[in-house]
């Protein structure tokens, strides 16, 4: 990459003729993250169970950014699902280059008692089904010679434990996810395929808002994290942004933390 492709603010952050793909685009940070590519003026697929919510999203988005924006209903844990959403996803908009993995569960519950079943559900959606979508992606670019991007949404607890949250198979799940991040940068560094990741900390979504946000718990977390505050859902946009572009051509096997400096001390 020459440095012509890096002297205005647009060449650093355009995403005009790329083809994104987010799972999670239901709720939370997976609509940000949707958002972010599409106003960047990346084409993007909208991956989650409910189709019918990331459909509309997926039609608000097309229309307020005048990119191409598809809604496809399905399973991450699913291969035959993982499969179609390569297949819908060709047809509609070209290959993927940038890859957000952001589908993830967060269950609770004392590491003592804690349920195989959900135990099992975290590592098939938060760990297996980012491997599994990773390598279709990354399959595909190294087989027509593309470069391209994959954002892992991971977490603070990739990193550090919770005193606030019993959240075994979720730290377990996040951490490894930051190391398989750095394991495929480190494979595809050669095809010109960055592999990054996202450290949230809190930030108030559907799936903390039942509950764990709130009260005493809410006031910890404030407590624990240097800005005092917890975080806005539109806040992971520029992260997104930045992994995607070509401001971010010489970052990969990263963690990028937005946490408000949580992991700071
Ligand atoms: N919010 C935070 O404070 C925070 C902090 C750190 C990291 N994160 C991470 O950020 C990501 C998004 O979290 P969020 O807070 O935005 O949670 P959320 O609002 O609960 O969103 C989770 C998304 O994952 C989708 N999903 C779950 N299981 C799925 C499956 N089997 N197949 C397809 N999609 C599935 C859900 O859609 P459907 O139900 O429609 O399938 C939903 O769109 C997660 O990986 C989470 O661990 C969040």
Not at 24 to 47: I, P, R, T, Y
Not at 80 to 90: F, H, I, P
Not at 105 to 133: C, H, Y
Not at 200 to 225: H, L, S, V
Request: charged share 20%.
């Amino acid at each position: 990459m020459g440095n012509h492709e890096m002297d205005s603010l647009d060449s650093l952050f355009s995403l005009r003729g790329r083809r994104g793909l987010v799972t999670g685009a239901s709720s939370g940070l997976g609509v940000e993250c949707a958002k972010a590519l599409a106003m960047a003026g990346a084409d993007v697929a909208l991956v989650a169970r409910r189709k019918d919510r990331v459909t509309q999203i997926a039609a608000e988005l097309a229309k307020t950014h005048g990119i191409k924006a598809i809604g496809i209903g399905a399973d991450v844990t699913r291969e035959r699902d993982l499969d179609r959403v390569m297949a819908e996803t060709s047809a509609a908009l070209g290959d993927v280059d940038i890859l957000v993995n952001n589908a993830g569960v967060s269950p609770t519950g004392r590491a003592e008692n804690f349920k195989r079943e959900a135990w099992d559900e975290a590592i098939a959606v938060n760990l297996t089904a980012p491997m599994m979508l990773a390598q279709r992606v990354a399959r595909r670019l190294i087989e027509t010679g593309q470069p391209g991007r994959i954002i892992n949404m991971v977490s603070i607890y990739a990193s550090v434990a919770s005193s606030v949250y019993r959240l075994s198979a979720y730290a377990a799940t996040k951490a490894a996810l930051a190391n398989l991040t750095r394991q495929l940068a480190v494979e595809w560094a050669g095809y010109g395929i960055l592999v990054n990741a996202i450290a949230p900390g809190w930030i108030p979504t559907e799936a903390t808002e039942g509950g764990i946000a709130k009260g005493a718990n809410k006031e910890r977390m404030e407590a624990f994290t240097p800005m005092k505050r917890l975080g806005l859902p539109h806040e992971i946009r520029g992260a997104v942004i930045f992994l995607a572009s070509a401001a971010s051509s010489y970052v990969t096997g990263s963690v990028i933390s937005v946490d408000g400096g949580y992991q700071a001390w």
